[in-house]
């Protein structure tokens, strides 16, 4: 909890509050069981990032760069992640209780039946112990070859084995129609593998997290050499400094004492668990689960029915529809495929000479990739990749050389900044001869699968204004050169901070004369101070402000005399709020982009800031989608001036509103009522 006087919630603070908020959903009654264990393993899976990205920067960091002292961050962080462990403990015990009640059988440890113990041993023998397992005398050097969230087994403080990381981590077995047993990976070997190596008791099992924050500085470099330097760098990520242990079993104090030495960690490092430390697969055997026709329709969420737009379902004719209007597509309940009949519908059109894309993240079976691969035959296809997409790096890789021999033209990004903008560009001749630019912005990734579990939002557009500067844009990145000129879109890392600033300032001077000034921003992340500073300002000056954060938010609301006319709202629901929105009402300026409100965006990358400028949209987004959000009080918590994330209080004589639900809504009525339908 903050003081009331504090001016800024340090980041990493706040980001563990935003995973307090998803293990949050793990414990709502109203969320379906199954899917409550999906959101568990959400949050041992953002620990897992925390630790290797952000728990080392706090390493790291010097005073300069914080928004709050450094001094006791750590210990801060550290006794808060200790507790949040404990609260997954108990959430994880809940759920396996009910979803037994339900059919799904998780195992115990403590209290395995023989269904489940000959199950484990059948597993054991055919999916694990085929593996290479070996054991070694354990010596000072043993954990260098223990690589980034790799378990191995400590057997009677003097030997010890590797468990390979290609063993997968969860096995799903079915009991009958629609039940099933559930078995992690750690359970199993906590069981089993001390007969492998003649040990009278099982073993200490322990999962190491390291430093995985390796960047890669691509300049200066021959494209042809990139692969080869990503993946020597990704090996490098294997090998970082350790950050954390997490350990089962029942450690004597002079094992713990060996352990902390010798990997140089602090005992707050150390995390003893009561549960499976591959809590992460509970979200990957959920899917699984999931796809089983026979599951039970009360333990998961019940099917998003999305529906293309009507304007995009009829062939050869999105073009022509995109000359009398721009289109909104606000995923998932607009799905995916709606941006893949627009590629469609470029590719099959003799008229589109070119084709570029941008490429951050996306699924490795996509759809966009044939289209491009099929486009290359008769068109100019620049496919622009980020080979620095942190964790996508591998994935990024190799499909850059699977598009270059298809005869894409590959071009990598080799500035020292990351391009994190989401844009497709395509360029027709006319019968005339002259050019003509269709144009997709979005804030998502061109990436179906996460289409399907984010917010984001996009735009197809013929606007050739936005054309124009989307076509500048590709050729100077094309060169290694940050676009300059442009005269719709607002790049970072040169425009956009200050063309943010300079619309915080405009509903001040417009607050000052008496009229109307509103701000809405709808982000991941608002850790700017220089930005968080003018919203401060810009509260005192009498701007009402309204902010949507998903995760970290520096900035305090409500503090009488500095943020008293500021709301700060968050949403965690069945899909992860991806979308950013900057919306200022006197200046009638909307902008959706690729940014949030982080110095990283603003000053680290290539992003865009797009802005709305069809009037059905723009009329949607004021009077529908804005409000929306605003509504909602049963998923949404509202940050107060002690720095805690609270419920929103329920209105009498009116029906709450759940935001996601109203957008499905929406979408399953063709926005009937509002300016898009």
Request: proline share 4%.
């Amino acid at each position: 909890m903050m003081k009331p006087l504090e001016k800024y919630v340090h980041r990493d603070l706040s980001w563990l509050q935003f995973n307090e908020r998803v293990l949050g959903e793990a414990f709502d009654v109203n969320t379906p069981l199954l899917e409550r264990l999906k959101f568990l393993g959400i949050t041992a899976s953002n620990l897992d990032e925390f630790f290797m990205i952000r728990f080392p920067s706090i390493l790291k960091e010097s005073s300069s760069k914080n928004l709050v002292p450094p001094s006791d961050i750590k210990d801060q962080i550290l006794t808060q992640c200790q507790s949040f462990k404990q609260k997954q403990s108990k959430s994880f015990q809940f759920l396996q209780t009910h979803l037994e009640s339900a059919g799904i059988q998780i195992m115990s440890l403590s209290r395995p039946t023989k269904t489940q113990l000959r199950l484990t041993e059948s597993i054991f023998k055919e999916q694990i112990s085929s593996h290479r397992l070996e054991l070694e005398p354990l010596a000072p050097n043993s954990f260098a070859s223990v690589e980034n969230l790799q378990m191995c087994m400590i057997f009677e403080g003097s030997r010890f084995v590797r468990i390979p990381r290609e063993i997968p981590n969860v096995f799903i077995k079915r009991r009958a129609r629609s039940s099933y047993h559930v078995f992690f990976l750690d359970d199993i070997l906590m069981i089993h593998l001390k007969a492998l190596f003649d040990s009278k008791k099982s073993g200490l099992l322990l999962r190491l997290t390291r430093d995985a924050d390796i960047e890669v500085d691509l300049r200066d470099e021959d494209p042809a050499a990139i692969p080869d330097l990503v993946r020597k760098s990704f090996s490098l990520r294997e090998r970082g400094i350790p950050t954390r242990i997490q350990l089962r079993g029942a450690p004597d104090a002079a094992s713990l004492d060996w352990i902390q030495k010798h990997l140089k960690l602090e005992a707050k490092q150390i995390f003893k668990s009561d549960f499976s430390l591959v809590l992460r697969n509970a979200y990957q055997a959920v899917n699984e689960i999931k796809r089983e026709a026979q599951v039970k329709k009360t333990l998961v969420f019940p099917p998003l029915n999305s529906q293309i737009p009507k304007v995009l379902n009829k062939p050869h004719v999105i073009t022509s529809q995109l000359r009398k209007r721009d289109i909104l597509l606000h995923h998932p309940y607009d799905p995916f495929e709606a941006f893949i009949l627009f590629l469609e519908e470029l590719v099959s059109n003799p008229q589109v000479r070119r084709i570029d894309q941008t490429i951050y993240r996306t699924d490795s079976l996509s759809k966009v990739t044939e289209l491009l691969k099929r486009a290359a035959k008769t068109k100019k296809v620049r496919v622009f990749i980020e080979p620095r997409a942190r964790f996508d790096e591998i994935n990024n890789i190799q499909l850059a050389e699977e598009l270059k021999n298809a005869g894409v033209e590959i071009v990598y990004n080799l500035s020292k900044l990351k391009l994190h903008a989401k844009i497709t560009l395509a360029e027709l001749v006319k019968e005339d001869g002259s050019l003509e630019y269709f144009t997709h912005l979005s804030t998502g990734n061109y990436n179906s699968n996460t289409a399907r579990e984010y917010t984001d939002i996009g735009i197809l557009t013929a606007n050739q204004g936005i054309g124009r500067d989307a076509h500048h844009f590709f050729e100077a990145v094309s060169r290694s050169e940050i676009p300059d000129k442009l005269q719709k879109l607002v790049i970072a890392p040169t425009k956009l901070h200050r063309k943010i600033s300079s619309l915080i300032q405009n509903e001040i001077q417009a607050a000052e004369k008496g009229l109307p000034a509103r701000i809405f921003v709808k982000l991941n992340s608002l850790v700017d101070k220089n930005l968080i500073d003018s919203l401060y300002l810009a509260s005192q000056k009498g701007v009402q402000i309204r902010l949507y954060v998903r995760s970290s938010c520096s900035l305090i609301p409500g503090i009488l005399g500095l943020s008293e006319n500021i709301r700060v709202f968050s949403i965690v629901d069945r899909f992860l709020e991806h979308s950013r929105i900057y919306y200022f009402h006197n200046s009638q300026q909307l902008y959706f982009s690729s940014a949030d409100w982080m110095p990283r965006n603003f000053f680290s990358r290539l992003e865009i800031a797009f802005p709305v400028e069809d009037s059905r949209i723009r009329d949607y987004v004021e009077k529908t989608l804005i409000p929306t959000y605003l509504m909602d009080r049963i998923k949404a918590r509202e940050l107060n001036r002690s720095g805690r994330w609270v419920r929103r209080r329920h209105l009498r004589k009116q029906i709450d509103e759940r935001a996601q639900g109203t957008f499905e809504h929406l979408m399953l009525t063709a926005y009937r009522g509002t300016s898009l339908e």
